[in-house]
């Protein structure tokens, strides 16, 4: 198939949902995907800060000054849980955009935890009407919503609401979304990086020039002499007069690109493959040019408009709140327990250990056998201990740890070195099904000093022995109490070390046990 008319086909798909979502883009190494086109209101905001003379003082010491930006990450999974994007991704992700936006003066923290969402209907994006249902469902005020989930039905890499646009229409401080596929989300892929521009108001360096290159932007940038038509660049493509006019809408590889189109004066379309803005291939991109860059910043800002007004940017409302202070992080995290080599790791019930690194308010634990990837945990606090008792990991298998310590701003350090458990038999196996029938404790995991509830089905005025006993089998609690009216015990349980108990009760000839974690 000739990828411009995969290209066409899709225009078509688009079009028929233009008025629904108005989705902006998308880049994908198999299918080269164009869409949306920057509404008018969009291409005239540029226009309007050209006008203005933003474009004139291009802002280095702007620049100078960082623009810090929120971003909420929703992640969409199974209905049982399953087939989420990983942190790992996650978190490369949003450091690899950092990097790129660096030298713009603009960085991404997150807000908040990662919202995960399980709806296998929505696992393969089917439509852009069902992003539109997920963002009036999921969008939070004030940041930008970045929703992971595959796309392939769509044949996209990611789209982007420019401003104005998008789904839920108001309030217009949690419009529109980003949605990224994460096979397009890997190490060196630039696909967030453009859709960004998308949602910071940049259009396509080949915006209607690529659907018919003699009617829109000319290649040359001067006035010329007729019957050579003069450059037009500040009024057609995409407004801006530092991106070369573009005719390439699907997707190309920049080295050693011979251009054989040409526009109305007959020069030959040259387009820069260094712009993310643009379709080449990601590794190609390597740039903003400074006029992008000024209009991205002016979205955010408010910049001089006519008669000495100001001009609010549509997207100013992402810096209110501020950003709260994080540190850097430095140095590395390293397990300290299990012991690497160490064996007899009951396979529910693993204690990981790590150091504590200055500037972590996360930690990511990353379980791998050989070199899947069985589990990831997210330490959402300082806390430098962390006790799996999970059901993913199996008896007798090598697994390997590791872990990356982070905070909400800081998502570029290394995994640690990985260090090998074995593990055995899991704890306690069979215990709680037997006697669920007939009593019930909780909660079964403690992470406060609440006391125990012990609930028996049957209410009996006998006097009733309990024991608590440690993962070792050593006795740490032995007390004798009664029910009361209802059939319930309360039984304190402060004092007690973070770990795995099983909590036993006898009354009469009967006997009921059951698995307790504290983990304060
Ligand atoms: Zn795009």
Known sequence: ?????????????????????????????TYPCGTGDAPRANL????????????????????????????????????????YFTHEGIFRNLCELNQKYNSLGIQFFMRGDINYIPNSSMTNLPSFEAAGVLNTQHNVARVINIYYTGLSALSLCGFANFPGTGEPQSPSNRQGAIYLSPSCSGAGNSTWTHEMGHFLNLPHPFQNTSEAPQQHERVTRITETPPRLSANCADAGDRFCDTEADFRGDRWNCPGFNS??????????????TLYMSYSDDNCQTTFS???????????TFTPGPGGSTVPGPRMYLLSPPMPAYDTIIGTANVVEPANNSTGHPANWVVFRWNRVPGATMYALRIRRNFTLMEEILVNSADTVYTYTGTKLSAN???????????HKVTCRPYSTEITFT?????????????????????SLLQSDADLHLQFATRSTDPVDIRLTDGMGRLVRAETMNMDDNGLIRLNSGGLPNGLYLLSAQTGA?????RVVVNR
């Open 1 to 29: 198939m000739k990828p411009l008319k995969l290209l066409n086909r899709i225009s078509i798909l688009l079009t028929l949902t233009f008025l629904v979502m108005q989705p902006a883009a998308a880049q994908d190494w």
């Open 44 to 83: 005239d905001y540029i226009s309007q800060l050209r006008a203005n003379g933003v474009f004139d003082h291009l802002n280095v010491e702007q620049v100078g000054n960082t623009i810090f930006l929120p971003v909420k990450f929703h992640v969409i999974g199974s209905n049982t849980g399953t087939g």
């Open 260 to 273: 054989t189109v040409r526009d109305i004066n007959q020069d030959l379309f040259l387009p820069n493959g």
């Open 290 to 300: 400074p006029e992008q860059i000024a209009a991205m910043r002016a979205t955010l």
């Open 397 to 407: 298998v090598p697994y390997r740890i590791s872990v990356m310590p982070l905070n």
């Open 423 to 443: 593990t055995t038999t899991p704890f306690g196996v069979g215990i709680d099904e037997e006697s669920a029938q007939s009593w019930n404790v909780y909660p």
């Open 510 to 514: 009967q006997t009921y046990t059951r």
